[in-house]
């Protein structure tokens, strides 16, 4: 097998004390997925407000669609180019702070108003809010991810690591709220109410974090090293560098695809359980979400040097579509219990490992003044993934 060559030449690993700059690319990591996640955990309160509208499904492609536009203007207007790091963190952490409000803020609009239908434009403005989230994705992600690509692995590591500790925390508190209070229309409002406190809590202390980032010694000393000018500002460049990395960011592509086709909304729709009853798509989830966060912090102990085998494990993953559909239409022991978990954890961790694996690889398979660049074409294309697989999930309702 072809191994990668690492033509980068990375600034020499300097000293972290105590680890800060990797916790804090961790929490930033977290703070960057923990709206998604919030929004699809309290799905079963938007299903009860409208549950003709598919809420999982409609919640992903607006969210998904919404963060790749944000990728792609960043890659085609030379404007980004003259906006500092801290300032697309702040601006996008705070669009995350805006769009998470607006849902509490139509409920406690109802509630002060006595009204006894939702208001008219409530769905529209619920969308619209999750589409303000996709753009704050798309602006947060590109830009910690485009600047982990310049850093050593261990900061990239911890970057996803942190993405998929955002789906164990909010799977806790899930679990916590559905176990303690009632499962009546006020006891879903305040789970959901809780889901978005606690994430918007979360969000401002990424804002804390993000500016704290540049003046930890460390971090001065990486940046100080590094090429001044942006490479935000050349679609002609981007698809350059794109072409240099064209089989990882195909093998990122397929992983979404195949992911996000599946999950949440087959998990969360489609299955049932005599036994576990409404607890199941909660246990499947969370099952999902630990399994991504295993995977993606076994990188921080072994990463293969070989992109090529990353990319045909990235593949086969395409052998899920049929392992779930005999577990929907199939003999009635694969319809169980067992065979979804374990299917549903080898989901998470082939999506977990295998992401992180090529997000470290593939911009330091570049020279180092185009790493940066190589990580955004490597988020692009996860977006495009992303979106793929959201409207591919579609078809499981056909």
Not at 62 to 68: E, G, Q
Not at 308 to 326: D, G, M
Request: charged share 10%; glycine share 8%; net charge positive.
């Amino acid at each position: 097998m072809e191994a990668v060559k690492l033509v980068s030449s990375d600034p020499s690993e300097r000293r972290d004390t105590y680890r800060v700059a990797y916790i804090i690319h961790f929490l930033l990591g977290a703070g960057n997925l923990l709206p998604w996640n919030a929004l699809i955990t309290a799905v079963d309160y938007f299903a009860y407000l409208y549950p003709t509208n598919h809420i999982e499904k409609v919640f992903s492609v607006a969210y998904m669609t919404s963060s790749v536009v944000v990728l792609l203007v960043m890659m085609s207007w030379g404007g980004w180019s003259k906006t500092t790091l801290r300032l697309r963190m702040n601006l996008g952490f705070s669009m995350f702070v805006m769009s998470l409000m607006i849902a509490p803020v139509i409920d406690w609009a109802s509630s002060s108003t006595k009204l006894k239908e939702r208001p008219s434009g409530a769905y529209g403005l619920t969308v619209a809010a999750v589409v303000i989230c996709g753009l704050a994705d798309g602006l947060v992600g590109g830009s910690l991810i485009g600047s982990a690509g310049k850093l050593p692995k261990q900061y990239m590591q911890a970057v996803f690591a942190g993405t998929a500790s955002s789906g164990i925390i909010i799977s806790m508190l899930r679990i916590i709220t559905k176990a303690s209070l009632p499962q009546t229309p006020k006891g879903l409002k305040i789970s959901a109410h809780l889901y978005f406190m606690v994430a918007t809590l979360f969000l401002l202390c990424c804002i804390v974090f993000s500016n704290l980032q540049h003046k930890l010694p460390v971090m001065q000393q990486y940046h100080q090293s590094l090429p001044q000018e942006s490479t935000l500002c050349s679609g002609t460049k981007f698809w350059a560098v794109a072409g240099k990395i064209k089989r990882p960011a195909f093998g990122i592509f397929i992983i979404y695809i195949v992911t996000l086709s599946i999950f949440p909304g087959f998990i969360a729709e489609d299955l049932e359980s005599k036994i576990l009853k409404d607890w199941y798509p909660i246990l499947l989830i969370t099952v999902y979400n630990l399994a991504d966060l295993i995977g993606k912090s076994l990188t921080a102990f072994y990463v293969p040097q070989s992109i090529t085998r990353a990319i045909w494990a990235a593949t086969a993953r395409l052998l899920f579509y049929p392992l779930f559909i005999v577990c929907l239409h199939g003999p009635k022991w694969m319809k169980t219990e067992v065979p979804m978990v374990v299917l549903t954890f080898m989901l998470g961790f082939t999506n977990g490992y295998l992401t992180s694996v090529l997000m470290i690889l593939a911009p330091k398979s570049v020279p180092f003044t185009e790493s940066e660049l190589s990580a955004i074409v490597m988020t692009v294309f996860l977006g495009f993934g992303l979106v793929g697989g959201s409207v591919l999930g579609w078809f499981w309702i056909l």
